[in-house]
């Protein structure tokens, strides 16, 4: 069972959950500091303590003033949230503004002291993005509400290099950042993931662009490929001057930019270049990949025994909106398997300084169960819808459409992924419709649904927009596994959940002697089709990919199958070898160790970098892209370096 759950590639190698990130506890040097001792007679009122303390300090200011005042401030918020006072987020500003006045002035301030100094500032930080939505302080889409001394300023949540829309963002997590993650960048700011906004079934809104379908009889919105609550990077900056909570300047001043200007900005560090600059902020990018598959629950070992992977039909996903300038790389899993095989995959992508501006990832999820061949035609189906999508807004390219970077795709797969990718990029002719009958299609006799099903499962060109296929531990040829009684028995399971089992019996009833025996009738699951004996897998391995196609492999190399040869303890090498490929790499790894070993991402990187000089990958005639990063305004307080987070109970 392990083994054939590995076949598909499970994620179960990986335990690593999110965790909520550290909050420092306050300081208990004196009664306003001691947050939870909400009956004392002494400290009825930190507020007023508060108060006093900040006028103390405008007439009599010293060297610690402001370390003080940031101290009490954060003190005073927490006292306030252990009470769910919404007053917590002004207090929690203050501590903000306080911290980043001491410093400015401050300089030489002891590095320990500095530390601490960072970390009250950062917990201030986090308890606003997590709790602000729920005190009514803190919309996403648009703004942040403080109260200073002269009243409420609503100050504007500005969103920079997203395509995502303002009101896409409605919720805020925020996390530890994942130790060892590629892309980590220790920086300004607090890495986060947001969520976009919950859709009703089959309502589409904040439509972006167009879609036509291929047969051009209806047109759709591209939101369709985006899911409910889609989770994304960002990176969240805040100044609040101290003037905010000052008797000499309005409110509205310092909200409208008549002085020193209070922002929040929600960056996205996709398009912040990690590599260098003055600025750099604080960036996280496995995160949003992390929590989608924490928030998934799949469970390999289950999904096997239910005999599918816990969905019901084929899905095509954008991990963000479509754009036009990008090129898409398409992700296919492989059997009793889910798109978060490809984490770490995507990791180092996203990672990438070059990679991250120049692909747009796309995921395709299947029932492995179901029949293969209509999983492929669905692929097929839901990337022609795809690839017609235009981006309202989006800078057109001035080049003929046929260089196009979406002509330009690059489809990954991995494992039974491989075959279905292969299906993406070859012209069936009547190969494989040989391979299972004796006559052709216009010859039989049937309903024309059930014939239109088999047109479009059998007969079909290669895509025009897919321009590189990567296969990973891919069964050319077949796995031994398949044949065996471990592999007969995912067989039973794959075919009891399959929801078309019944398709074709009329077909075949009606055209009797026709059909192979193979093709009973009923759907000859992923299982069966990865059986070497299979008379349609090798007439699909005998299929060359279209010659405009260029063809990668990544091949796993662990121990020896008896009479198979060397392996990745489920497919030969000799299996998952393509003469037809233009490079080769064989890494030591099992087939599902293979998607997490560096040598594989290297090496898909490498191909990934190259595939950029292809024609037609790039916009501009010249050799540069036209996608670049951001350049970040340097802001008034020094760059905010975050610590390791410290764990402590509160």
């Known amino acids: 069972m392990l083994l054939i759950a590995a076949s598909g590639g499970c994620c179960c190698g990986r335990s690593d959950q999110l965790k909520a990130p550290g909050i420092v506890a306050p300081l208990g040097a004196a009664c306003w500091y001691d947050w939870l001792a909400k009956t004392s007679e002494q400290c009825q009122d930190p507020i007023d303590d508060f108060e006093l303390a900040r006028l103390q300090a405008s007439i009599r200011p010293t060297q610690s003033s402001s370390v003080s005042l940031g101290e009490q401030a954060f003190a005073v918020g927490e006292r306030l949230h252990a009470n769910h006072d919404p007053r917590a987020v002004d207090y929690w500003a203050r501590s903000i503004a306080w911290m980043d006045d001491a410093r400015r002035q401050n300089s030489d301030v002891p590095p320990s002291r500095s530390c601490r100094t960072s970390r009250v500032r950062q917990s201030a930080w986090i308890r606003i993005l997590s709790c602000g939505k729920a005190y009514g302080r803190l919309d996403p889409t648009s703004h942040l509400l403080v109260n200073g001394i002269s009243g409420t300023c609503r100050i504007p949540v500005a969103h920079q290099g997203f395509a995502w829309k303002s009101n896409d963002f409605d919720r805020l997590l925020v996390f530890e950042p994942p130790t060892g993650e590629m892309g980590n960048v220790r920086g300004r700011g607090i890495p986060l993931v947001v ?12 439509q972006r662009c167009d879609c036509s379908s291929s047969d051009g009889q209806h047109s759709a919105s591209c939101d369709k490929f985006l899911l409910s609550q889609t989770p994304f990077a960002a990176t969240a900056l805040i100044h609040l001057p101290i003037s905010l909570f000052e008797e000499t300047i309005a409110c509205d001043e310092v909200c409208s930019g008549n002085v020193d200007v209070a922002t929040v900005t929600l960056v996205n560090p996709l398009t912040v270049n990690p590599m260098g600059g003055d600025v750099q902020i604080a960036q996280s990018p496995a995160m949003p990949l992390l929590y989608a598959r924490q928030a998934s629950q799949y469970n390999p070992i289950a999904a096997f025994i ?8 084929p899905e095509l996903r954008f991990l963000e909106p479509y754009q036009t300038d990008k090129i898409p790389l398409i992700l296919v899993h492989g059997l009793v398997s889910d798109p978060a095989t490809f984490l770490e995959m995507a990791d180092a992508v996203r990672a990438d300084p070059l990679l991250r501006t120049r692909y747009q990832i796309w995921v395709f999820r299947y029932p492995t169960g179901d029949d293969f061949l209509k999983s492929a035609a669905a692929l097929r189906q839901k990337l022609a819808e795809a690839f017609a999508c235009q981006s309202a807004g989006a800078v057109e390219c001035e080049l003929p459409a046929t260089d196009h970077p979406s002509q330009r795709a690059v489809i990954v797969g991995h494992s039974l992924g491989g075959l279905l990718s292969k299906l993406q990029v070859t012209n069936s002719g009547d190969r494989l419709w040989r391979a299972v009958s004796s006559k052709p299609l216009d010859q039989l006799q049937g309903t024309p649904q059930d014939i239109a099903d088999l047109q479009k499962s059998f007969f079909f060109n290669a895509s025009p927009h897919i321009g590189r296929v990567v296969y ?10 398949a044949s065996r009684g471990i592999g007969r028995l995912a067989s039973l399971l794959a075919r009891g959940k399959a929801s078309d089992g019944r398709d074709y019996e009329e077909v075949v009833a009606a055209n ?46 662990h121990c020896r ?38 040598t594989a991402q290297y090496t898909l990187l490498k191909i990934l970098t190259e595939h950029l000089a292809a024609p037609g990958t790039n916009c501009e005639p010249d050799e540069h892209p036209r996608r670049q990063y951001l350049s970040l305004p340097a802001e008034v307080q020094p760059p905010n370096l975050i610590p390791a987070p410290i764990r402590l109970s509160i």
């Open 306 to 313: 239910r005999g599918d992977n816990g969905v019901d039909r």
């Open 472 to 481: 990973i531990a891919t069964p050319h040829k077949g796995s031994p596994w």
């Open 561 to 598: 199958l008896p009479r198979a040869g060397q392996s990745d303890v489920v497919v030969p090498v000799d299996s998952a070898y393509r003469e037809e490929a233009e490079t080769t790499t064989v890494v030591d790894a099992t087939h599902t160790s293979i998607l997490r070993s560096s």
């Open 195 to 206: 969520l976009t906004q919950s859709k009703s079934p089959g309502l589409m809104q904040n």
């Open 512 to 557: 009797p002697g026709v059909f192979s025996d193979s093709f009973s009738g009923t759907v000859q699951s992923s299982v069966q089709l990865l059986r070497p004996s299979s008379s349609l897998l090798q007439a699909l391995a005998a299929t060359p990919s279209s010659p405009d196609v260029i063809v990668n492999s990544i091949i796993g190399e």
